[in-house]
């Protein structure tokens, strides 16, 4: 196909955004109709149009025509398709790309979905959006553009860095990008309230859904890249700290306090102003992100941009953004008045609580990514903040809101009884305590902190499943009532549920992994064994293997435990001819409760031997796996019908009138 059809498709979508923009705005502030109804075809074509440049690009990734610059330095002929199409983003132009498309279609579907909404909200929000469209595609156009040609073309490409060869990499990018642009949607929702003063029950219930659609996004974008960091580096962790990955956890921690927040004012019509502020926020952060990746100030195997002028555009879309947004946000704030009240001991005082967790967790990760930047721009000194500030500061403030995480779900709107709620939570706190003294009595060489991490998510997981109890009544009423009651409950109800549940089952991975791996690195020669936890490790053999672009030397491991065979490991140490490159491909076995997870290294120095590196990982697994539950919460709260319907309107309770004389 040919590139110069994608490069219109980027300035006819460029041209539409600009009118979105106008006709959205503009018409909303005018009460003018048909301008405002405009607005929504502008949206949807410049979702076409940007359907097209991005197909256009990706088939040039197919086909491989290195006649474009992205496809010759980030792919090359011999790559698997998967790869192929992956290389579209896998560079920064495509990845740029990949971003305005996302942006569009949020905004075709506000156009879409939101036939429900006031006229006018709805044209500010498409107008919002259009906004942050011209904003991005003048960034495409200017500075990266993806269809730029080379004359004359290479015979072949260099081909994707080997480290994103892979499918955790392959959909890692667009679900983060799906999170990422997804709270555009709840800024536009901002903005467009802030304008019109109508941040209400119904404004509410309409950011929602996006919020709900974008931290789903975002927490399985940021599994895939911690599964990929697990098993595809070779270090056997799951999670480093690194700046790039914090850019992820940033938004993810605003978008969860936004989820909570917009629930008071659905309910409630509380915590207006705060609600509003992690709506900017999100997307301020999730802007953030992307100038960190992009700009180059950041050096990781995630980021991809290294030209100044690229890092000065981003940090200027992203100083008028946020400095307009909160600007507008302190102007117009003070008006936000809360229309109801509640007591010091509330569920609204709970998600308060849980709020004002979640933001200083989000402070402390925000200040040890950004500080090393800002001492090396200020002083030229290079220094870093590694794991232990990460661990200790965050650790510090989620304590708390994991011990109160049960307990917001029992309290009561408006007026709370913290002894009934606690009444309601004695089996869960009961088989917490089992759960942390059986896992002492077992580990009796501990770490004792350990047990008491697993009596923590034991807590989070049976307080879960208590309210779901509480909610049918289950046990004081008869089972097929009970029953009845389950089967209507709300979408909502389930999604809370399952992800408070989900996140238990994170944490006791997360503390399985950490607290009780065993690790050996070992030189080892054909026939050597080695220990690591309970099992044993038999080097047989290394034998020379080929793959479709790259050779490779793979190791057969016979994998034993109490003497018994369980299957033969084969990782690799990979070399890539188009990159003059190596990498390594791990080999993990998993029972579902643990991970033995080995890794092949270099030659000895005698040229017999080979270094094997080997992890066993117990509950390493559940660290997905409830990362997959807390988005399958999130995907049931998102079904819930309730959330595609405005919230009623207040009525006001009619006069008394006087009786007769």
């Not at 009651?485 to 991975?509: I, K, P």
């Amino acid at each position: 196909m040919n590139p110069e059809i994608g490069q219109f498709a980027i300035l006819l979508a460029l041209a539409l955004a600009v009118y979105q923009s106008a006709s959205g705005l503009l018409g909303a502030g005018l009460r003018g109709p048909r301008l405002m109804a405009s607005a929504s075809s502008a949206a949807l074509a410049q979702a076409a149009a940007l359907i097209v440049a991005f197909g256009v690009l990706v088939m040039a990734y197919v086909e491989s025509d290195f006649s474009l610059a992205v496809v010759a330095g980030n792919s090359n002929s011999l790559k698997p398709l998967l790869y192929k199409i992956a290389g579209a983003w896998g560079n920064h132009e495509g990845s740029m790309l990949l971003w305005a498309l996302m942006l569009g279609l949020f905004g075709g579907l506000v156009a879409l979905f939101g036939r429900n909404l006031p006229t006018t909200l709805r044209a500010r929000v498409l107008g919002v959006q259009g906004l942050v469209g011209v904003a991005f595609l003048l960034f495409i156009a200017l500075t990266s553009n993806p269809f730029a040609r080379l004359d004359p073309p290479p015979l072949d490409g260099r081909g994707l860095n080997p480290l994103l060869q892979d499918p955790g990499l392959a959909f890692h990018p667009p679900m983060l990008y799906v999170g990422y642009v997804g709270f555009s949607v709840t800024f536009a929702f901002a903005i467009a309230g802030l304008i019109e003063g109508r941040i209400d029950a119904a404004w509410a219930r309409w950011v929602r859904p996006w919020a709900l659609a974008a931290w789903i996004a975002l927490t399985l974008g940021i599994a895939f890249g911690s599964w990929w960091a697990y098993y595809e580096l070779g270090w056997g962790g799951f999670w480093f700290w690194d700046p790039v990955e914090n850019a992820s956890l940033l938004p993810w921690l605003a978008g969860a306090a936004l989820l909570h927040s917009a629930i008071v004012v659905e309910r409630r019509e509380a915590m207006k102003a705060w609600t509003v502020f992690l709506a900017l926020l999100a997307f301020a952060l999730s802007l953030l992100g992307t100038f960190l990746v992009r700009s180059g100030v950041l050096t990781s195997v995630h980021a991809f941009a290294n030209d100044p002028a690229r890092g000065v555009f981003i940090l200027a879309i992203l100083t008028l953004t946020v400095g307009g947004s909160f600007a507008l946000f302190a102007w117009r704030a003070p008006a936000l008045k809360a229309s109801a009240t509640f007591a010091p001991v509330s569920r609204e005082t709970a998600l308060a609580v849980n709020n004002l967790l979640l933001t200083s967790a989000a402070l402390a990760v925000l200040i040890g990514t950004l500080y090393p930047l800002v001492v090396s721009a200020l002083a030229g000194d290079a220094i870093s903040v590694g794991p232990p500030y990460f661990n200790f500061v965050v650790g510090a403030l989620f304590l708390p809101l994991l011990l109160l995480v049960p307990f917001g779900p029992m309290m009561a709107w408006k007026r709370g009884d913290i002894a009934a709620a606690a009444g309601r939570l004695w089996v869960a706190a009961g088989l917490a305590l089992l759960a942390g003294l059986a896992t002492l009595a077992l580990q009796s060489r501990g770490p004792w902190m350990a047990a008491f991490g697993i009596g923590l998510a034991a807590w989070l997981i049976c307080g879960a499943l208590s309210d779901l109890a509480e909610r049918v009544r289950l046990f004081r009423v008869p089972l097929t009532v009970s029953l009845a009651r389950l089967t209507g409950l709300s979408g909502a109800a389930f999604g809370s549920t399952l992800a408070h549940l989900g996140a238990g089952v994170t944490l006791a991975g997360i503390i399985g992994a950490t607290a009780w791996q065993a690790e050996s690195i070992k030189a080892m020669h054909p026939g050597d064994v080695a220990e690591v936890g309970p099992y044993s490790v038999l080097l047989e053999d290394v034998v020379p293997v080929t793959g479709p672009n790259y050779t490779a030397d793979q190791a057969r491991l016979r994998l034993e435990r109490g003497g018994s065979f369980v299957l033969t490991m084969t990782p690799e140490r990979r070399f890539f001819p188009a990159g003059r490159s190596m990498t390594t491909e791990t080999a993990i076995h998993t029972t579902g409760l643990s991970d033995i997870y080995a890794a092949l290294g270099e030659k000895t120095a005698d040229g017999g031997g080979w270094t094997v590196r080997l992890h066993y990982k117990p509950l390493a697994p559940w660290i997905w796996l409830g990362a997959i539950v807390m988005a399958l919460g999130g995907l049931c709260s998102l079904a819930d019908r309730r959330l595609r319907i405005g919230a009623p309107a207040r009525r006001a309770v009619p006069a008394v009138a006087a009786p007769a004389e």
